[in-house]
């Protein structure tokens, strides 16, 4: 077994965070948009330094990330208008403060069980293909919200 020092993902993701994923960076937080072709939408806000826990941050920065989340989950709706909006921030594969923002829609792969649960369809090319197209929406709106909240 290996004890060689794994880096972080999102670090690294931060770190090396391309046009086509970083939508915004300050300097506290990133919004990025994940790679995921079952679900154009999908946004992270990350927290910028490696920090494990929402209550390691001070109550200023608390409230500096949900509120970026909350701009970015307005934004999600607005552009993409999904059917529900899920907001997770789980970190146990990845100890570092982030938040996932995901549409849904009713004819996701997944619905109504979780992004990570059994698929219950296939993918509708079609819908997707209209969902993607509204990304440099999404980018666009994303800016807009998070430049007027910072």
Request: proline share 6%; glycine share 4%; hydrophobic share 45%.
């Amino acid at each position: 077994m290996s004890t060689a020092f794994k880096p972080c993902e999102l670090c690294v993701l931060l770190a090396n965070a391309s046009a086509d994923t970083l939508i915004w960076r300050d300097g506290k937080l990133s919004a990025l948009l994940v790679n995921d072709a079952s679900y154009p939408g999908f946004v992270r806000v990350v927290w910028n330094q490696h920090v494990k826990e929402m209550t390691d941050l001070s109550p200023a920065d608390r409230t500096a990330v949900m509120n970026a989340v909350w701009q970015v989950e307005a934004a999600v709706r607005e552009v993409m208008k999904p059917a529900k909006v899920n907001l997770a921030s789980f970190g146990n594969m990845t100890p570092h403060v982030h938040w996932h923002i995901i549409p849904r829609y009713t004819d996701d792969v997944h619905f109504p069980n979780p992004t990570w649960g059994e698929a219950q369809r296939e993918p509708d090319t079609m819908a997707l293909a209209g969902r993607s197209a509204l990304l440099q929406k999404l980018r666009e709106t994303i800016v807009a919200n998070l430049s007027k909240a910072s």
